[in-house]
């Protein structure tokens, strides 16, 4: 069983950076492929980023790349979120997750998963 905790979340004006951390306890954290998912209100939850197991692949969706950059420290089980150039349709709840695939994009290949982090991001 794997419990994540997102944090670093918080309010940020249009063009800033936030850091999001995830820290992972109760499982072999360099076993799962983590990943980044956003929701914005009245949205559907929504992939953002994914890095594998050593942290050798890394997977975007389309509108984070080159802004946002996944990364993930084994030795301190936790896994990252840079985000750059935020705007404010970035303005969402982010959650972590893990799956024990090697490397996965939908939420169905992810079973356990933080309680989110508020972004807002303010123009």
């Known amino acids: 069983q794997v419990q994540l905790v997102e944090s670093g979340g918080g309010l940020v004006q249009a063009g800033g950076s936030l850091r999001l951390s995830c820290a992972a306890s109760?499982?072999?954290?360099?076993?799962?492929?983590m990943g980044w998912f956003r929701q914005a209100p009245g949205k559907e939850r929504e992939f953002v980023a994914a890095?594998?197991?050593?942290?050798?692949?890394?997977y975007y969706a389309n509108s984070m790349k080159g802004r946002f950059t996944v990364s993930r420290n084994n030795a301190k089980n936790t896994v990252y979120l840079q985000m750059n150039s935020l705007k404010p349709e970035d303005t969402a709840v982010y959650y972590c997750?893990?799956?024990?695939?090697?490397?996965?994009?939908?939420?169905?290949?992810?079973?356990?998963w933080g309680q989110g982090t508020q972004v807002t991001v303010s123009s």
């Open positions: 109760g499982g072999t954290f360099s076993s799962y492929c």
């Open positions: 997750a893990a799956s024990a695939l090697l490397l996965a994009t939908t939420l169905p290949r992810y079973g356990y």
């Open positions: 890095i594998s197991w050593s942290g050798g692949s890394t």
